[in-house]
């Protein structure tokens, strides 16, 4: 009656064990804090629920994360940083627009100039 009603065999553990969507992605950066140790010695994170572990951390640790693995499970990742910090390639992104933006107001600047001559 139970396998008519439910499509399957009754009791516990029959059938396809589904796993929610993983809260990460591959390639990502995550600002985590280091909660525990795992057996290997390796930093162990939580992003919503989901372990992530980090080679080379201690409890207590705030860090930023580039996520390098991702299983059923767990993730791994590796530290890239201090939490809150920039990476590198942000910064020169950063300092890139900001030499383009002075050049646009010399630019600027020389045309108005110019302008004024004119009249």
Do not use: W
Request: one cysteine or more; proline letters at 6%.
């Amino acid at each position: 009656m139970y396998r008519e009603k439910h499509g399957r065999r009754g009791g516990r553990n029959f059938g396809p064990r589904r796993f929610p969507p993983k809260p990460v992605e591959l390639g990502k950066e995550y600002d985590v804090e280091i909660l525990e140790t795992s057996r290997r010695g390796e930093g162990i994170a939580r992003i919503e629920g989901l372990v992530c572990f980090v080679p080379n951390t201690k409890p207590g640790e705030h860090v930023r994360i580039r996520i390098t693995r991702i299983s059923r499970r767990f993730a791994e990742a590796e530290a890239i940083g201090e939490a809150g910090e920039k990476p590198a390639k942000e910064e020169a992104t950063t300092e890139q627009e900001e030499a383009a933006e002075e050049d646009e107001e010399a630019t600027t600047e020389q045309e108005e100039a110019a302008e004024e001559d004119e009249i």
